[in-house]
Nanobody, 115 residues
């Protein structure tokens, strides 16, 4: 059973930085695509960024390119999201995602960007 547990959310000021982590367990994730999605109040869940478990391929939404960086720590089975130069529009619940023929989701962690 795949389990994804996010951590690291919180309140940050505009222009600040925050790092989210996703602890993945339950199986070997070789071949999986790992990603982060977010959902703001009243909005649809949207793609943020993704990476293959090997780290060889990355994708990111235009809205976060140059500011957010995704990485995989294979030894610790974690997927990290480094968020820099944060904006108020980054405020959302952030969800960790794992995909291999089906989607798996974490419970989400709240990120609020406000002064």
């Amino acid at each position: 059973q795949v389990q994804l547990v996010e951590s690291g959310g919180g309140l940050v000021q505009p222009g600040g930085s925050l790092t989210l982590s996703c602890a993945a367990s339950g199986r070997t994730f070789s071949g999986y695509a790992m990603g982060w999605f977010r959902q703001a109040p009243g909005m649809e869940r949207e793609f943020v960024t993704a990476i293959t478990w090997s780290g060889s391929i990355k994708r990111a939404a235009d809205s976060v390119k140059g500011r957010f960086t995704i990485s995989v720590d294979n030894a610790k089975n974690t997927v990290n999201l480094q968020m820099n130069m944060m904006k108020s529009e980054d405020t959302a619940v952030y969800y960790c995602n794992a995909y291999f023929t089906k989607n798996y989701w974490g419970q989400g962690t709240q990120v609020t960007v406000s002064s």
